[in-house]
């Protein structure tokens, strides 16, 4: 049922006051030297969106290059100027690899692995213990695991620093796998860790690895519930830079120079459900963010200058529970969403819904298939990419109510379970596959 007023099942939203945001995390490319193109999941803006130009359309084995990945994982690559980074677990270790993607090469080709502590696998089929996507300033690579290993290296692979976050501040409680990615903040890296028991914020400086701050993010969201594997935005407030972090059934809002607590929405899990772990992350765009949660059940957008306004549940622009998104991230462009269901009335449907009202503006079916969607949606120009976990890309063009799949393309490697993002890369795209990273476009 779609609902543009405010719903019953959100009576429980308490709101405190903090500023209207905007997405606002800068792009590196000016830096001189290795410019980060992709620095961290879902790229510079948070918003799974590229203005690069002329990306590919179609390809398939024979005309992609690719490299073998050794060990195990998850990771969406970062890019920075002629490299792609990554994480997985390779004979017993945590392991940040470096690929070479100058366009001169014959194929891309690992430049550089380096341990950072031991790997402790995974629990779920999908998952890793390098499931989390690293950061990037263009000059460091900080990476991060389920092992609690925080650690950064420079581009030529030596290590920075390196501190185990679970042995400083307690062991991880999660049911599945680590699926929260680190996000860069100026000149920090924030990580956020919800979960059954202590759960906290921790920023730390990206050059040094001194802490900077850590806040408690304590709610009472019952069991599994508690427990997240999102990823925060660095947005804006007021001109000042904050972090907003979903799970837990609350949305926070943290200051980013200090870590003090802003503002906080809770209600999203009215009817106390055990089993609402989270995983989609929310995204942000000027006054508006919005919300998957329920199990992929739900959709909600806040309109943050009317939090800070004290209005209360009037907040809350628009609630959908006839959609949603469990694990892919839905996409963010000049007011409309984008996003892929992998829910089981509807799964393998594309979505555009306005932002602003939360009607859908058109939607696609997407061709059948076995497998699901792990993998969050990438939209460039008038096109948008949607990867399932059998690696079969489907293309949608042009984003609007004509709208309709203009290419499926597939590689060799097929294996279960294909959960990284597609990347663009300087007019390629970049494609982790279970076992390889493909190399697409000329």
Same mark, same amino acid.
């Given at each position: 049922?779609?609902?543009?007023?405010?719903?019953?099942?959100?009576?429980?939203?308490?709101?405190?006051?903090?500023?209207?945001?905007?997405?606002?995390?800068?792009?590196?490319?000016?830096?001189?030297?290795?410019?980060?193109?992709?620095?961290?999941?879902?790229?510079?803006?948070?918003?799974?969106?590229?203005?690069?130009?002329?990306?590919?359309?179609?390809?398939?084995?024979?005309?992609?290059?690719?490299?073998?990945?050794?060990?195990?994982?998850?990771?969406?690559?970062? @890019?920075?100027?002629?490299?792609?980074?990554?994480?997985?677990?390779?004979?017993?270790?945590?392991?940040?690899?470096? @690929?070479?993607?100058?366009?001169?090469?014959?194929?891309?080709?690992?430049?550089?692995?380096?341990?950072?502590?031991?790997?402790?696998?995974?629990?779920?089929?999908?998952?890793?213990?390098?499931?989390?996507?690293? @950061?990037?300033?263009?000059?460091?690579?900080?990476?991060?695991?389920?092992?609690?290993?925080?650690?950064?290296?420079?581009?030529?692979?030596?290590?920075?620093?390196?501190?185990?976050?679970?042995?400083?501040?307690?062991?991880?409680?999660?049911?599945?796998?680590?699926?929260?990615?680190?996000?860069?903040?100026?000149?920090?890296?924030?990580?956020?860790?919800?979960?059954?028991?202590?759960?906290?914020?921790?920023?730390?400086?990206?050059?040094?690895?001194?802490?900077?701050?850590?806040?408690?993010?304590?709610?009472?969201?019952?069991?599994?519930?508690?427990?997240?594997?999102?990823?925060?935005?660095?947005?804006?407030?007021?001109?000042?830079?904050?972090?907003?972090?979903?799970?837990?059934?609350?949305?926070?809002?943290?200051?980013?120079?200090?870590?003090?607590?802003?503002?906080?929405?809770?209600?999203?899990?009215?009817?106390?459900?055990?089993?609402?772990?989270?995983?989609?992350?929310?995204?942000?765009?000027?006054?508006? @963010?919005?919300?998957?949660?329920?199990?992929?059940?739900?959709?909600?957008?806040?309109?943050?200058?009317?939090?800070?306004?004290?209005?209360?549940?009037?907040?809350?622009?628009?609630?959908?529970?006839?959609?949603?998104?469990?694990?892919?991230?839905?996409?963010?462009?000049?007011?409309?969403?984008?996003?892929?269901?992998?829910?089981?009335?509807?799964?393998?449907?594309?979505?555009?819904?306005?932002?602003?009202?939360?009607?859908?503006?058109?939607?696609?079916?997407?061709?059948?298939?076995?497998?699901?969607?792990?993998?969050?949606?990438?939209?460039?120009?008038?096109?948008?990419?949607?990867?399932?976990?059998?690696?079969?890309?489907?293309?949608?063009?042009?984003?609007?109510?004509?709208?309709?799949?203009?290419?499926?393309?597939?590689?060799?490697?097929?294996?279960?379970?294909?959960?990284?993002?597609?990347?663009?890369?300087?007019?390629?795209?970049?494609?982790?596959?279970?076992?390889?990273?493909?190399?697409?476009?000329?």
């Amino acid at each position: 049922m779609f609902k543009v007023s405010v719903p019953a099942v959100a009576a429980g939203l308490f709101l405190s006051t903090w500023i209207a945001a905007q997405s606002g995390v800068a792009d590196d490319s000016s830096q001189a030297g290795n410019s980060a193109s992709w620095p961290q999941w879902r790229g510079p803006s948070q918003q799974g969106v590229t203005d690069q130009p002329s990306l590919p359309t179609s390809w398939d084995e024979a005309a992609a290059k690719r490299v073998a990945i050794p060990g195990d994982g998850g990771s969406t690559p970062v @890019i920075a100027g002629q490299t792609a980074y990554l994480t997985s677990g390779v004979d017993g270790k945590n392991t940040l690899i470096a @690929i070479d993607i100058n366009p001169d090469l014959a194929e891309p080709t690992i430049r550089w692995q380096v341990p950072l502590g031991e790997d402790r696998g995974n629990k779920h089929r999908k998952g890793s213990g390098s499931n989390p996507s690293a @950061i990037t300033d263009g000059k460091h690579v900080v990476a991060y695991f389920r092992s609690g290993d925080l650690a950064c290296v420079n581009t030529d692979g030596k290590l920075v620093w390196q501190v185990n976050i679970q042995e400083k501040f307690g062991e991880d409680s999660l049911w599945w796998d680590l699926g929260s990615s680190p996000v860069k903040v100026g000149s920090m890296v924030v990580v956020a860790v919800m979960q059954t028991g202590p759960s906290y914020l921790a920023a730390f400086d990206i050059a040094t690895g001194e802490l900077k701050w850590k806040t408690d993010r304590l709610t009472d969201a019952p069991k599994e519930a508690a427990q997240s594997y999102s990823t925060p935005l660095e947005v804006e407030i007021n001109g000042e830079s904050a972090i907003a972090t979903l799970g837990a059934d609350h949305l926070t809002i943290h200051r980013s120079a200090d870590g003090k607590e802003l503002g906080r929405l809770g209600g999203f899990n009215p009817g106390g459900e055990e089993f609402f772990r989270s995983i989609a992350s929310p995204v942000a765009e000027g006054n508006l @963010i919005i919300c998957p949660y329920s199990r992929g059940a739900t959709l909600t957008a806040v309109d943050m200058q009317k939090v800070v306004a004290g209005e209360g549940q009037d907040a809350i622009l628009w609630f959908r529970d006839d959609i949603g998104s469990d694990v892919p991230t839905p996409a963010l462009r000049d007011g409309v969403v984008y996003m892929v269901s992998d829910v089981k009335h509807d799964k393998g449907t594309a979505y555009a819904l306005s932002a602003d009202t939360g009607e859908t503006q058109w939607t696609v079916d997407l061709p059948r298939t076995r497998r699901s969607y792990s993998s969050s949606p990438l939209v460039a120009g008038n096109r948008m990419y949607v990867t399932s976990e059998d690696a079969i890309t489907q293309v949608v063009e042009p984003l609007g109510a004509d709208a309709k799949v203009i290419r499926t393309n597939e590689v060799a490697d097929d294996e279960e379970y294909t959960v990284a993002s597609l990347v663009p890369i300087n007019g390629r795209l970049g494609l982790r596959t279970k076992n390889y990273f493909y190399l697409i476009g000329n």
